[in-house]
C-alpha cells in the first residue's frame, strides 16, 4: 500500500512547476493547512492576500528546509542572534529576524522591519522548499476570521479551484501553529 502521507516524487515536481509558474499552493504543516508560494513573486504572494483577505500590512511568514535557505538573512546580523534563531531550528518556532539589508520584499514583509522565518521540521514543507529550491510563503489557510484548515476537504471547502495546486500529506502533531518569538527581544508574540 501506498504512503499518502507525503507527496510522491511526481506530486512535487508539480508542486514545484505551480510555484515557480507564479501559482499558489496548499500543504499540510506542522499544525494546520498552510497556503505558500514564491515570495520573491509579487503577484502570487497578493493573490494568496486577496484569497485570505489578509491585508498586505500584516505579513506573511516564510518556511525554509534549511539554514542555508536563510542564510541571507542570518549573515548580517550579529553571532548572539543568529545563535539564538538557531536554537529554535528546525522546528515549530517562527523567529522575527530583522530585514538589515532589507532583502525581502515588502509584499512579504508587510510593515515591518522584520520578517517572520521558520526552519521547518515537517516532511512536506521540507520536501517542498528543497525541490522549489528556496523558502516559501506560508500562511494558514484560510479566509479572515475562519478557522484554519486542518483536513484538505476544509482546504477545498474554503477555496475551491481557487488554488493551483494541492500538495497531499499528514498534518504534524502539534495542535497549535508556530509559535512567533522576536528573536533580538524574546518576546512571544503567540
Known sequence: MADTSSPSFLQLALARQTVLAGGV???PTEAVWGLGCDPWNREAVEYILEL???PMEKGVILVAASVEQVRFLLD????????????HWPGPVTCL??????????????????IAVRVSD??????????????????????AGRQPARAIWQVRRYFGDRIDRI??????????????????TGQQFR
Open 25 to 27: 499552493i496548499a500543504y
Open 52 to 54: 485570505k483577505q489578509r
Open 76 to 87: 548580517p546580523l550579529p553571532d548572539a542572534v543568529q545563535s539564538e534563531a538557531l536554537r
Open 97 to 114: 529576524l530583522p530585514d538589515v539589508n532589507q532583502q525581502v520584499p515588502e509584499w512579504v514583509r508587510g510593515k515591518h522591519s522584520s
Open 122 to 143: 515537517h516532511p512536506v514543507v521540507r520536501a517542498l522548499c528543497e525541490a522549489t529550491g528556496m523558502p516559501l510563503v506560508s500562511t494558514s489557510c484560510n479566509p
Open 167 to 184: 500538495v497531499p500529506g499528514a498534518l504534524g502533531g502539534n495542535r497549535k501553529p508556530s509559535r512567533i518569538i522576536d528573536i533580538v
